[in-house]
């Protein structure tokens, strides 16, 4: 059986930028350390230094690390308790999802001047169908490096590009690159990309899995790709060995889908300290609602179901939804809903995490409006995106959509309505 190796940037000619790219038209495109460097970006100061971005608190969890702080082993979806143990020196800051989702409009923008076939994976990744552009803007390595020098010059980020025949091998080509690489693997040699690589590297195999590919003396995609199907269905179950069989020979028919849309939109926060304050969770889902109407505002969509996530203390999940008459993107109609949940469930418990989800999205243009007897013709929604707007622009310190909502709370207790 073979060594495993991992994805190590680059060094093998036959995998580089300059390799033969006349069959591989896929490409993807992974902006490095995403979070981190457009904080980075706004404020200069922090150049070079190691930055961490995610929650602050005791059981916040890292979003984004700069590759200086990764040199110390921080990395995305670890414990921020884990991340200043490693790294006390960093500079830990909370997220600033506005300042992200601007700069994600602005890149996928340029990739949508090279080629229509778009489809974005999140804020800071997303596959590009080529194929067409050629004559317009020359072969895909050529691309690339166009589509990676506009990153720089216009937004003062880099990214990394894999350019391949397949959406599969280009992902992994983009994280071989990185950072701020360029690697094309050649329409012809597929195999001698992938078969090196450890099993972990195939889409599906997660650290359980891999762990049991292992047992059986599985420790490349090559070994894997050898091994009979009749084994992989015994270690893995019969749906999940067809996929893995397929990926390991470098077989990926799915095209570039830039009709992909997110299911939902949603966000979190689990407190430092178990909670019982209903003031304290009614403060948390004000800001929830207003972070999920920020990220649907800012991917064009709108939703109808809006969901409340409770966690208890004793780790219990509790979830609670409420489909609206018509969509919406507001934290205004997002909070109401959701606390009038959370007041109808009336939890005796301690609370660990809450959350705001909304799902069933469409897009946001001609979607109906919810029509309120005697209001006016421009409310909480443009006051929202308003708000957006400067906090894209100013940053953090200006009012923003869960101050807004604040300020109406306390307008009415101190103007309540007449019977």
Not at 248 to 262: I, K, Q
Not at 299 to 317: I, P, S, W, Y
Request: net charge positive; with cysteine; aromatic share 6%.
């Amino acid at each position: 059986m073979g060594r495993s190796q991992s994805l190590p940037r680059g060094g093998d000619p036959r995998f580089g930028p300059d390799a033969d790219d006349s069959a591989s038209g896929i490409l993807h495109v992974d902006m490095d350390a995403f979070f981190a460097s457009v904080e980075v970006r706004a404020r200069p100061e922090l150049r070079g230094r190691a930055v961490v971005v995610g929650g602050v608190g005791s059981r916040g969890v890292v979003s984004s690390a700069s590759y200086e702080a990764r040199r110390y082993g921080v990395r995305s979806a670890m414990p921020t308790s884990r991340a200043r143990a490693l790294c006390p020196h960093a500079v830990y800051l909370p997220p600033n999802f506005a300042a992200y989702s601007a700069a994600s409009r602005a890149v996928m923008q340029i990739f949508r001047d090279v080629t229509p076939l778009v489809e974005p994976l999140s804020l800071d990744e997303a596959f590009l169908d080529v194929t067409g552009a050629r004559k317009l803007f020359g072969p895909p390595a050529t691309i690339a490096r166009l589509i990676r020098q506009r990153v720089a010059d216009e937004q003062g980020l880099t990214c990394s590009v894999g350019v391949a025949p397949s959406k599969f091998v280009a992902k992994l080509g983009s994280t071989r690159a990185k950072p701020d690489g360029l690697l094309v693997v050649p329409a012809g040699q597929v195999l001698d990309f992938l078969h090196p690589l450890g099993v972990d590297a195939l889409w599906g195999v997660g650290e359980r899995a891999a762990e049991t590919l292992r047992r059986l003396g599985l420790a490349t995609v090559g070994d894997l790709a050898e091994a009979p199907v009749g084994m992989l269905r015994k270690a893995v179950g019969a749906a999940s060995a067809a996929h893995l069989h397929e990926l390991a020979w470098g077989r990926d028919p799915r095209r570039v889908s830039p009709e992909h849309v997110d299911k939902s939109i949603g966000a979190e926060v689990t407190f430092d300290a178990d909670v019982a304050d209903p003031m304290e969770i009614r403060r948390a889902l004000l800001a929830l609602s207003a972070k999920v109407g920020v990220r649907l505002r800012s991917a064009g969509h709108v939703g109808r179901t809006v969901t409340l996530k409770v966690r208890l203390a004793d780790f219990r999940t509790v979830n609670r939804s409420r489909t609206l008459d018509v969509p919406t993107d507001t934290a205004r109609e997002m909070f109401d809903t959701v606390w009038a949940l959370y007041t109808a469930l009336d939890p005796a418990e301690r609370i660990r995490l809450v959350g705001v989800r909304v799902e069933g999205l469409t897009s946001a243009q001609g979607a109906p409006r919810q029509l309120t007897l005697g209001a006016p013709e421009r409310g909480w929604r443009e006051a929202e995106a308003a708000a957006d707007a400067a906090a894209a622009r100013f940053g953090r310190s200006v009012i923003g959509p869960a101050s807004l909502l604040a300020d109406r709370d306390a307008h009415r207790k101190e103007n309540p309505p007449h019977p």
